[in-house]
């Protein structure tokens, strides 16, 4: 079975400053999708940025970037230059999408980290 | 355009109860779940519905039971509240097949408190 390990329960940075969130996971699959999806106090969970498996360049989205390192299992999130704006629950997540067809596995979700930002 | 829409967006209610919640896309998508998030923010699947077909049910009460009457919806029937059912359940949808990435639009939640 696929798990999602977040072993930071909580991150606290300074606004502008760097921070680094780290996820490790576990698959026997090849071909798989993982993503870091963000959860304010609104509750609603959004997508901060996705990585595919097979792509060896990490994914980078304005301020926030990943390293996805495979053979090690880890997908760590990078924001750079933190917000007010980017507190929230952050949640690492894996998938591995069937493509034959009636596959509908969902995310296996990290239990988050929660991140504050000091002014 | 909400793209997941619950509702209600919040339910109070006493044990022993019979509730629902709805969810519904306009996204086109073939594939919905129901997430449950609990006091400590753990998200778990709970079910998976494709073009209405049920494929995943995880371990969850028979209290609980899926309904989708088409694609586009996937309501939430839960009979006999009990007071460990109170959380925030997400539904959300996804596309699957080649085209498909794997990533879930959510809604954005409903609060269930069971008192």
């Known amino acids: 079975a696929q798990t999602v390990t977040q072993s930071q329960p909580e991150m606290s940075v300074q606004e502008a400053e760097t921070v680094t969130l780290s996820c490790t996971y576990d698959t026997s699959e090849s071909d798989y999708y993982l993503f870091w999806y963000k959860q304010p106090p609104s509750r609603q969970m959004i997508l901060v940025i996705r990585q595919e498996a097979y792509k060896q360049q990490n994914a980078t989205e304005n301020r926030f970037s990943v390293n996805f390192q495979k053979a090690a299992k880890s997908f760590s999130l990078k924001i750079s230059d933190s917000q007010l704006g980017d507190a929230a629950m952050y949640f690492c997540?894996?998938?591995?999408?069937?493509?034959?067809?009636?596959?509908?596995?969902?995310?296996?979700f990290g239990k988050g980290t929660h991140l504050i930002i000091q002014p | 355009d909400t793209a997941v829409s619950q509702t209600p967006k919040y339910l109070v209610t006493q044990m022993g109860n019979d509730k629902s919640i709805k969810c519904e896309q306009n996204l086109g998508h073939d594939t919905m779940y129901w997430y449950k998030q609990d006091s400590k923010k753990f998200l778990k699947i709970m079910f998976s519905?494709?073009?209405?077909?049920?494929?995943i049910n995880e371990t969850v009460p028979n209290r609980f039971s899926p309904k989708s009457p088409d694609k586009a919806h996937l309501n939430l029937h839960i009979n006999s509240l009990e007071l460990g059912d109170s959380a925030v359940y997400f539904c959300?949808?996804?596309?699957?097949?080649?085209?498909?990435?794997?990533?879930?639009?959510f809604g954005e939640g409903s609060r269930l408190t069971v008192l």
């Open positions: 997540a894996y998938t591995y999408p069937r493509y034959s067809g009636g596959g509908a596995d969902g995310l296996t």
């Open positions: 519905y494709n073009n209405k077909e049920l494929i």
């Open positions: 959300a949808s996804s596309h699957v097949g080649l085209a498909g990435t794997g990533e879930l639009f």
